[in-house]
């Protein structure tokens, strides 16, 4: 690798420490807090929810109202559905409109790659 190319991947590297920097900082701002809490505890896994949940239907799911929490990294936005891996598989997250606007102004929006946690009823298992 010549010493032009190693120059440019190490400024791209400072400009993206900088950019998570800042946003670190905008969220411990927001939320007067530790921008990394660790108060968050998981009590499901993927894997483990696709075995139990899979073959129920979206209304057999929403008549159980089944609330889980889960932990992992993001793998892919696709507006307000968030795919989360973790240790036993993925699943995918969906963010109603009023959650979509309090992470937007708390947390200045997410990127693949943050860790996240995340609570909510099951409506449909994929």
Known sequence: MTDDVQNENLQEENK???ERRAKLEQIRKSCKANGHPN???RDALAGDLQKEFGEKSKEELEALNHVVSIAG?????RGPFLVIQET???IQAYAAKDVQ???KEKYQGLDIGDIVGVKGAL???R
């Open 39 to 41: 108060d968050f505890r």
């Open 101 to 103: 606007k309090e992470l």
């Open 16 to 18: 993206l420490i900088a």
């Open 123 to 125: 409506t449909q298992i």
């Open 73 to 77: 990294r993001i793998m892919a936005k």
């Open 88 to 90: 036993s598989g993925r």
